[in-house]
């Protein structure tokens, strides 16, 4: 696409916006989740959680079939809900047995409770490099990062694309490590067949406001491993109170949580699951297209499938190529954006495209200052870690180099997005580069 540079001045230098409109918003909610959530309500019965060893330990009605259901669709043996997806993490890493002096190999670019999860339970979270065309956590860093501390791997589906199961999983297997898969960004995804969420030992999806299906906030946790849904049930439901009447003998990680979903939510989720597929066509749909006009691009790389794979498309990832044009991806993202208008709903968090994605997440002040519980630094400091700590600026090459300089995400491809629009997007890219000698001055 071409404009001419004299009578199309770049909007961040007071010329004419390409969208003058705000972008559509990802409204997924409509009148059957209305009609749910009205049954519900004329129950009466709003939760039915008891935090003891009794018939509704596990939950009321909406609860249970939403368990049900998630687990039909996703091919697994056990399904639990949970009031976050941070919840489920931190269910996922107490099930497995961790504790003080542990380490767990984590990511560096995900949101950050998969990076600090293990922090609830004493363990160390030790940083791995990402892929540079997938960005999910990179394998060979993984097997480098591995000592006799280390009891786990959290391996995130970055932006709706699965880990490498196979290379990861073999990994674990070999130093027999879980495998918890933060699945929160693919629903629907697929590695070689098998949906995301279910190829490690345990998997959690979330369900927050601005996921694929959501239900305002809330989780779910899956996995095949009896004893692991077990333990995730209790840590998630006052555990400390119940495996004494329960008759529960081991006591590792059951202090538990009040980490339950509400009949209204379990509601909501069930007619959400049965949009999942609808919604993912549309959205895939939009994502094609964009990846096709993209490409044509000189200074662009649209995101990379890994082979055999289904990637979902949380953010529609893109490669910046500075050495192209001459200006940087921040120079150039934000007079992109100057071109365009915000979301519906979602105006006061601007142009929904980022440089990057979040500071790679060694960098947080969290790791940098070796502050967690109280003020000794424990568990950093604590004496029953052995290990030793490596936190610094430079300690994931390629993380940081797609932070800080050629990575572009955007969310600008969710249904109802059309046509007109993802043309909008288009045009703002091709009218910045076709007039990037003003940026260069």
């Given at each position: 696409m071409k404009f001419e540079k004299n009578n199309h001045k770049l909007a961040i230098h007071g010329g004419p916006k390409i969208r003058t409109k705000l972008f559509p918003f990802y409204q997924t909610i409509g009148q059957e989740e209305i009609k749910a959530v009205s049954s519900v309500l004329k129950t009466g019965v709003l939760s039915k959680y008891l935090g003891a060893w009794h018939e509704d330990f596990y939950g009321g009605p909406e609860v249970r079939r939403l368990e049900k259901e998630w687990a039909k669709y996703f091919g697994v043996k056990h399904a639990i809900s949970v009031n976050s997806a941070t919840s489920g993490l931190y269910c996922a890493v107490g099930a497995c047995g961790l504790g003080p002096g542990d380490e767990v190999i984590v990511s560096p670019y995900s949101m950050c409770i998969s990076a600090s999860a293990p922090l609830v339970y004493n363990a160390i979270p030790v940083f791995a490099d990402i892929e540079k065309d997938f960005f999910c956590i990179d394998p060979e860093s993984v097997e480098s990062k591995i000592t006799e501390r280390t009891k786990a791997i959290i391996a995130v589906d970055i932006f709706g694309q699965p880990y490498d199961a196979d290379k990861i999983n073999a990994i674990a297997k070999k130093h027999n490590l879980y495998v918890i898969e933060d699945a929160a960004q693919a629903p629907g995804a697929e590695y070689k067949g098998r949906m995301a969420g279910t190829l490690g030992d345990i998997g959690v999806y979330s369900l927050n406001y601005h996921k694929h299906i959501h239900t305002g906030e809330g989780g779910m946790v899956v996995t095949d491993n009896d004893e692991l849904a077990e333990k995730v049930r209790l840590i998630r439901n006052h555990a400390e109170a119940v495996v004494g009447d329960k008759g529960y003998s081991s006591l590792v990680n059951m202090i538990g949580f009040n980490f339950r979903m509400t009949e209204v939510e379990a509601a909501i989720a069930r007619v959400q699951l049965k949009k999942l597929d609808k919604l993912l066509e549309a959205r895939l749909k939009n994502v094609e297209y964009l990846s096709e006009k993209f490409s044509k691009f000189p200074f662009l790389e649209p995101a990379k499938v890994r082979p055999q794979c289904k990637h979902v498309f949380y953010k529609h990832p893109l490669k910046y190529k500075e050495e192209v044009v001459g200006v940087?991806?921040?120079?150039?993202?934000?007079?992109?954006?100057?071109?365009?208008?915000?979301?519906?709903?979602?105006?006061?968090?601007?142009?929904?495209?980022?440089?990057?994605?979040?500071?790679?997440?060694?960098?947080?002040?969290?790791?940098?200052?070796?502050?967690?519980?109280?003020?000794?630094?424990?568990?950093f400091k604590c004496s029953f870690y052995k290990g030793k700590l490596d936190y610094s600026e430079g300690l994931c090459?390629?993380?940081?180099?797609?932070?800080?300089?050629?990575?572009?995400?955007?969310?600008?491809?969710?249904p109802p997005f059309k046509k007109k629009d993802l043309d909008d997007l288009i045009s703002a890219f091709g009218k910045v580069y076709d007039n990037i000698s003003e940026l260069k001055k």
């Open positions: 940087s991806r921040n120079k150039f993202i934000e007079a992109v954006k100057a071109e365009l208008m915000p979301m519906e709903s979602r105006e006061n968090q601007g142009v929904l495209i980022g440089c990057g994605y979040v500071k790679p997440l060694y960098l947080l002040p969290l790791y940098q200052k070796l502050i967690g519980f109280g003020d000794k630094g424990c568990p090459p390629v993380t940081e180099k797609m932070h800080n300089k050629e990575l572009i995400t955007h969310d600008l491809m969710t």
